[in-house]
Structures are given as C-alpha cells and as structure tokens.
C-alpha cells in the first residue's frame, strides 16, 4: 500500500471516530431528555389521565380530587376524625362511590348490604387483604388469622376454633377479674385522695392497661399487671406501639413498606441492633420506636410460648401440672395431640391433620397482642353524656354485687348488652378495612377490574340511617331492646363478616361486659368539661387524642 493510500485511510478512520463520538454525545442529552419526558408522561398519565379519562371506574360518582393531584383525598382521611370523611361523601355521593388517593390510585367505597356481603362473604377468596395491608399487619400482630388467607386461613381457623368454645369461655371469664379488681382498686385510691368533687382521669390509658392484663391472663397464661408494674417489659413495649397509632404514622409506615423486602428487614434482628442509627434518618424516627417495641414484645412472646409448650409436656406425661385454661395452653395442647396422629398416620392411608408449625404458634401470640385494642373508653365516654342510660344500667348491675358475673349472667343483662352493643356499633375497634379484587367482577353492577381496592367502611355502615334510622348517629341503646326489634336486629360490621369475621368476638363482647358493669356499679362517670367532645384518631384502630378525660365520682352504695 503507497504512502499516499495510508494517508486516506488513517484519515478516513480518523473522521470515522470523531463522527462516533459527536454522535454519543449528541445522543446522551437526547435519551435523558426522551426518558425524562416518558417519567413525567408516566406520572401525568397514572394521576390524572387514568383515572380521569380511560378508568372503568372514572363514572362512579365521588369526591372530587382536590388541590394535590399527588394525594388527592389522602390528607382529609388522615386529618379527620376516623370514618367521618368517608360517612359525608356516602352521604353526598350514595352508596357505590370512588376516591382517588394518593399517587392517583383509586378506591371504591361500597355501602349497601349486598355489596359488602359478595365482597367479605360470597366471594371472600377473590378479595384478599391487600399487600401492603398484609406488610403492615404482619410486622405488628404476626402472619396469624389477621393475614393470612386461603386455605391457610381455614385450616388455621379450623384449628383455634375449639380455643374459643363457650365451655372455654365460661371457664376464663373468672381469669378477668384479677385485672379488674386491680383497676377498682387503683380508681377507688384515686378517686378517694382527690376533693370531694371527684378525680379528671385519662380512661383510655386505663383501660388500655386493664385490656392487655385480661389479654394477656385469658389468651396467654401471662401475668403483665401493667396496672401496677411500670416496668413489666411487654407492657412498656406494648405501650409505645400504642403511642404511635396516629394516620400519619400509619401512612407513613405503609410508604416504608411499600419498598420490597422492607417488611423482612424492620422486622429483623439486624433492624433492631441498628434501630438507634435507623433512628436519625429524617422521618423514621417512629419506625425505630416501631422496631424496638416489637423486638421486645417477640422476646417475651417467644419466652411464653416455650412455658408453654413445657407445660404440656409436663401435663402429657402425668406430672403433676393443672391443665391451664388459657387459650394459648389450649392452642399448645390441642397442637400435640394433632403432631401426635400426624405421626402416626402413614403415607397414603388417609388425610394428615393440620398442625400448626413453631412460626404459626409464634404468630398466634403477636396477633392477641395486636388484636386486643379496646372501645372501652368510648363505652364511658358515651354513658357520661347519657346520664339516664347509666343510672339504668347501675340499677341492673347492683342486685348482682353479691357474686362475680359469670359469662352466663353477663350474657343475660338485658340492658349491659344493649349498652354494648350500641357502643360497638357507634365505636368499632377498626373503623374501616381494606380488600382488593383479585378478579375482575360486577359488583352491585359496577365492573371492578382486577387489582382494584375496596374501601370497607365499618363506622360509616354501622350509623347508615337507611339501616338504623334518623337516629343513626346517636347513642340510643333502646334500639338493641328485644320488644324494640322484635328479633331483626340489624347487622354491623364491628366484627367483619364471613370467614374473616373475629374469631374472638363473644370473648371481646363478654370481656368488654365484665369490665363496664365493675366500673359502673362502683364509679359514676361524667364529661371532664363542658364542650367535651371524643376526637378520635384515623389509624388501624380507633382512640381517642385526647385520651379521653372523664370525671370519676365514688358511688357511696
């Protein structure tokens, strides 16, 4: 090749190079610029877009948006008292309604009988709890009954279903008076020290006490007495994870988790030994109380569950052990006699009993914890504004004082039950819930694609004034009286419905009963202002913000 030819080509490839190179750097701008364009096209179409203008669901009525298109109707749930906002916009809107949240991800709301039926009862298995409404549960109650779904669900309700027979029952209603009797105790001190007008006591924060004591005697066989004892480890734990049941929190908490493997790691042992340096990250401050608080509380739990499980072990070999009537004791017990067929049982001569592994056990014991929150509170607050309603409820008490109510006659108060009942129903524990559709269905005749989230509006269904009245909304627990209804009482959805409805909900109503007729026949009870109103929190569960203050007076019997 002449030198001349070289010269071409080292030329040509020279230009070649330079070509390439101009290229790239003309083209990096370019694709930042084209992939920032398709990001925002992104967020464009998912807040506005869809569900504007190609959702299946853009023509059911509801809210409008409102000034963020980030959040949309996110700031008036969690600023406002627990299911009221939702209650106003059924109101406005009628009973299949849309609000659109946060990052433009819509939610319907369903408020008709027949619609909640199909959706937690009929089709149950097609509505799941959602993801992040599973993450959140499971790091704070256990993967127990609360989370779990499926066959999972049936096979472990199957199980605990015996823990919770009324021969059960009837035998722990005397475990709740240990706890009781301390809180009399305690208010009687109190109330005696203080002038003769009577004492202002926090009632949420005593019988946030007085619940976990009966919880942990009845479904754990543990003595807490966080009545007295401030240092008792659970019971401080317990006490700030209650503390931090706030709607901002709880939003908070489901952004954290929405991040993948978050769940695992917060509930790590490696969270917990970095929980002060988590701690210091700008808004995890929260989160780091959240990890300590349910290390602590797995600690303790785990210790329990070994006593346990020794126990019965003791008990099968005949040692002399008393078979204890915890339901935990029960849950262990009726465990080993299932491991116990499972071994027996050979490879294909017939179907292998359940039985619930360690982790499961484990679970069971969070989901107590986790499940335990109280209306208590409410049930005072509601008597204390009704003065006629509490002097009648007294009356019915007082010619009982004699003995302990047992399940039977705390069953059989006419009026305690009516009180009760109509307390849980202006008060749920949890005022609302969430499923999602994990199918695409017609529902009340509206088509809900697959992946949509329901709404399940607990508070709002218990106070519709086409199921209870014009007098929905107020305590009026005369409506719950047998020749009021003549046998159809309405049904709430305090407790949920179908296969997911609270396996504990007799014991719940008969440990609430116990509680209220031991507080009214020895205390009247009245607003600690004029004015008082019960402002309640938007969280998982409902409390009051202030920790609802009331006037405690002895009664002089």
Request: charged share 20%.
């Amino acid at each position: 090749m002449s030198l001349h030819n070289s010269a071409d080509l080292a030329l040509s490839n020279s230009s070649s190079v330079v070509v390439s190179v101009s290229k790239s750097l003309v083209s990096m701008p370019v694709l930042l610029f084209v992939g920032l364009g398709l990001i925002i096209l992104a967020i464009v179409y998912q807040l506005v877009l869809y569900p504007f203008y190609f959702s299946p669901l853009r023509t059911l009525p509801g809210p409008p948006l409102g000034p963020n298109l980030l959040i949309g109707r996110f700031r008036d749930i969690i600023n406002g008292e627990a299911g009221i906002p939702q209650r106003e916009w059924v109101k406005e809107y009628g009973t299949a309604i849309r609000v659109v949240g946060p990052i433009g991800i819509q939610r319907v709301i369903f408020s008709s009988a027949e619609a909640l039926s199909k959706i937690l009862s009929t089709n149950w298995l097609f509505n799941p709890r959602p993801g992040f409404m599973r993450e959140v549960l499971g790091l704070v109650a256990g993967y127990g009954l609360l989370t779990v779904s499926g066959d999972r669900h049936k096979q472990m309700r199957k199980a605990m279903n015996p823990a919770f027979s009324i021969p059960n029952m009837t035998a722990q209603t005397d475990m709740y008076y240990k706890a009781i009797d301390g809180l009399l105790d305690i208010l009687d001190s109190r109330v005696g020290k203080a002038q003769v007008g009577g004492s202002v006591e926090i009632m949420y924060e005593w019988m946030s006490k007085v619940t976990l004591d009966i919880i942990c005697l009845t479904g754990l066989g543990y003595e807490a007495d966080s009545l007295r004892n401030p240092h008792n480890e659970l019971a401080n734990a317990y006490e700030d994870l209650i503390s931090l049941q706030t709607g901002r929190n709880l939003a908070r908490l489901i952004a954290i988790l929405s991040i993948p493997g978050m769940s695992t790691f917060l509930g790590s042992e490696f969270a917990w030994r970095h929980r002060r340096a988590i701690a210091k990250i700008p808004f995890l401050t929260q989160t780091a109380i959240l990890v300590d608080s349910m290390h602590r509380i797995k600690a303790v739990s785990a210790s329990i569950l070994r006593e346990k499980m020794k126990e019965a072990e003791n008990l099968e070999n005949n040692e002399d052990t008393a078979a204890k009537k915890d339901i935990m004791s029960l849950l262990v017990r009726a465990r080993m006699t299932d491991q116990k067929i499972q071994r027996s049982i050979s490879s294909g001569l017939g179907p292998v009993p359940y039985a619930m592994s360690d982790a499961e056990m484990m679970d069971q014991v969070l989901t107590f914890l986790g499940a335990g929150h109280e209306t208590f509170a409410f049930t005072l607050w509601l008597l204390a504004k009704d003065t006629v309603s509490q002097q009648k409820l007294r009356e019915e008490i007082t010619p009982h004082l004699a003995i302990r109510l047992g399940y039977r006659e705390l069953k059989d108060l006419v009026w305690l039950d009516c009180v009760v009942q109509e307390s849980l129903r202006l008060y749920p524990p949890v005022p609302m819930t969430f499923r999602q559709a994990a199918t695409t269905d017609y529902v009340d005749g509206v088509l809900i694609p697959k992946g949509t989230l329901y709404y399940i509006p607990i508070r709002v269904f218990n106070t519709l004034k086409d199921v209870w009245g014009e007098d929905a909304e107020e305590f009026n627990p005369s409506r719950w009286l047998p020749e009021k209804n003549l046998g159809s009482v309405p049904s709430t959805l305090t407790f949920l419905a179908g296969p997911h409805a609270c396996i504990g909900k007799t014991m719940a109503i008969i440990e609430m009963k116990a509680v209220i007729a031991a507080l009214i026949a020895n205390f009247e009870f009245s607003p600690s202002y004029e004015g008082q109103k019960a402002n309640t929190t938007a969280a998982v569960t409902m409390k009051p913000k202030d920790g609802m203050p009331l006037l405690v007076k002895k009664i002089v019997q």
